[in-house]
């Protein structure tokens, strides 16, 4: 593609340019091999677009039903009182709603994570309290800790994206139910299910059910993303009846189109080829992840979306990457620059088929490393591995001090309250006692997953020991940006092909989870052949 066609991430307001304007761009009528926008590749099947396009006459040229109809036949297929869900033009829609009626003045949200979330509230003037996703442990959200932030600060509604944008977190439906127990007295607790439906971790991981019956808690899902269809615009809330009625009631006559209104009817006929495409995005999740595990230097981190959160390798910068694949191999990928919590250091690469992952691949290594395979990763200078996840930084860092990178500043930053002294042979930040402990072993010498390993979990106290006295409230800024200073790290040699760098997983580990449970060794659970639909918790089965 011409060159000029980057001049486009600058000119636009969104994360990246649509799709439409580096078709425009491109000069020759075609867009790129999309990596950015994460929707379902395999649905709607090839049959289902002919027969949309046959209808497109009757589709633009009439005025669609009511928001009311599209939903009812929603709800018909989900299994879902309609009293309880609110359609809207895209998921947006109702993240704007839920801030402007339901957000009285404070939000909390981990970060990174949907831009949306964060700055939706801060345009209309309400206090967003982020709370920052680690690095060190694969951004992998703590609840308890959550929880614990979100009393200090005294927010009022809470946010969890499960699985999380862009890193594919997930938590276990038991752990997010205790948490909305806890935080019970909050104004708000929103889970948005958006990915929800492409994770393979448990059996019935939403907790759409919970939802129905609590005062305080709505749940989120995007069809647009699940569909493969971005451009119908449209998702769907659940909620108690007196919540989802408060938003239903806000929203335009017509917020829904005829495209959203024909897709929705004609779903009950296609149940089957949805699972299969559910079932093929998780296979080609497995796949994708061993094929990028196997490039020098990159990170490959643990998801149960229909996407993959890498690191580029030290010293590489995600804007120069992502324009050289876009102009050199008509390739788009998200870099992650802009997002609050992460850095240029990373991109998000959308799960896809294999013959496009074999292109995405040969496009980084020639990107990265200049040569097909086996050149040298671009590491900073001699007597540093830190990074800051920014290569403009990094290179300032090392000629600030003469190449001996964050040893220079241990000092200084052991004597610092609140850091900890790396133990001299690792080079490593010290972990809770729970996590120093080497990585459990399935006998074969590969460390089990996440999902497998033994994290601290809460217990009760005898007697209730008196709370300590809590720092004073920092800025949002400050808090988000006060957990990234790190303790010096040792000189770390160049990561081989086929292993992580630390923090990573290896192909054998991307069906991780929060370590909670076990993933499970399957996918779709319950899958049968016959004539089906997920159910609105996106699993199980409707006749």
């Known amino acids: 593609m011409a060159d000029n066609v980057t001049s486009l991430f600058r000119s636009t307001a969104a994360h990246s340019p649509s799709m439409a304007a580096l078709t425009r761009e491109g000069g020759d009528g075609t867009g790129p091999v999309d990596f950015c926008i994460p929707c379902n590749p395999y649905f709607p099947t090839p049959a289902m677009m002919d027969t949309m396009s ?87 959200l703590d609840l308890a800790q959550y929880a614990e932030f979100i009393r200090t600060r005294g927010t009022r509604v809470a946010v969890i994206c499960n699985p999380n944008n862009p890193d ?18 909050l104004d708000l607790i929103v889970i948005d299910e958006s990915f929800l439906e492409f994770a393979d971790a448990e ?17 989120l899902r995007s069809l647009g993303k699940n569909f493969g269809l971005h451009g119908i615009r449209f998702g769907y809330m659940v909620a108690n009846p007196s919540l989802a009625g408060k938003v239903r009631s806000m929203l335009p006559k017509w917020n829904l189109n005829a495209f959203a209104e024909y897709v929705v009817f004609m779903l009950k006929e296609h149940g089957p080829e949805y699972m299969q495409s559910l079932l093929q995005v ?10 990028l595990s196997a490039l020098p230097g990159l990170t490959v981190y643990p998801s149960q979306g229909n996407f993959l959160f890498v690191r580029l390798p030290v010293g590489a910068e995600g804007t120069v990457v992502r324009d050289r694949l876009l102009t050199e191999h008509r390739i788009l990928v998200r870099e992650c620059g802009n997002k609050i919590g992460s850095s240029s250091r990373f991109l998000r690469l959308v799960v896809r088929p294999q013959v496009d992952v074999r292109r995405l691949v040969s496009g980084l290594e020639q990107v990265l490393y200049g040569t097909r395979r086996g050149a040298a990763v671009p590491e900073l200078g001699t007597g540093t591995s830190y990074s800051s996840g920014t290569a403009a930084v990094d ?9 001996a990178g964050m040893q220079n500043l241990a000092a200084q930053a052991v004597g610092m309250p609140g850091l900890v002294a790396a133990p001299a042979a690792t080079g490593m930040p010290m972990q809770a006692p729970a996590m120093a402990q080497a990585a459990p072993s399935n006998g074969a010498g590969m460390p089990l997953p996440a999902a497998a390993q033994v994290f601290p979990q809460p217990v009760p106290a005898a007697a209730p020991a008196p709370a300590p ?57 319950n899958a049968q052949p016959a004539q089906s639909w997920p159910n609105a918790a996106g699993m199980g089965q409707v006749g």
């Open 168 to 185: 594919g977190g997930f938590l276990h439906k038991h752990a997010l139910v205790q948490f909305m127990d806890a935080m019970a007295d």
């Open 282 to 291: 998780r296979r080609d999740r497995l796949d994708m992840a061993s094929q």
């Open 54 to 140: 046959a209808r497109l006459r009757d589709i633009v040229t009439y005025y669609p039903s009511s928001a009311d109809t599209i939903t009812a036949e929603l709800c018909n297929l989900l299994q879902l009182p309609p009293s309880a869900v609110a359609m809207g033009n895209g998921s947006t829609e109702l993240i704007t709603w839920i801030d402007h009626l339901l957000v009285r003045e404070s939000l909390a949200i981990p970060v990174p994570t949907f831009g949306r979330w964060t700055d939706q509230p801060m345009e209309t003037g309400k206090r967003v309290d982020m709370f920052p996703l680690q690095e060190s442990s694969g951004f992998a």
């Open 395 to 403: 290179r300032l860092l090392v000629e600030a001090t003469n190449g």
């Open 203 to 219: 059996q019935e991981p939403s907790v759409v059910q919970e939802a129905m019956i609590r005062p305080n808690v709505i749940v």
């Open 469 to 525: 006295i809590p720092a004073p409230a920092m800025p949002a800024a400050a808090a988000m940006m006060a957990p990234a200073v790190q303790a010096p790290m040792a000189p770390a040699a160049q990561t081989p092909p086929g292993v992580p760098a630390r923090g990573g997983l290896t192909a054998a580990q991307v069906r991780g989870t929060n370590g909670l449970a076990p993933a499970a060794a399957t996918g779709w659970p």
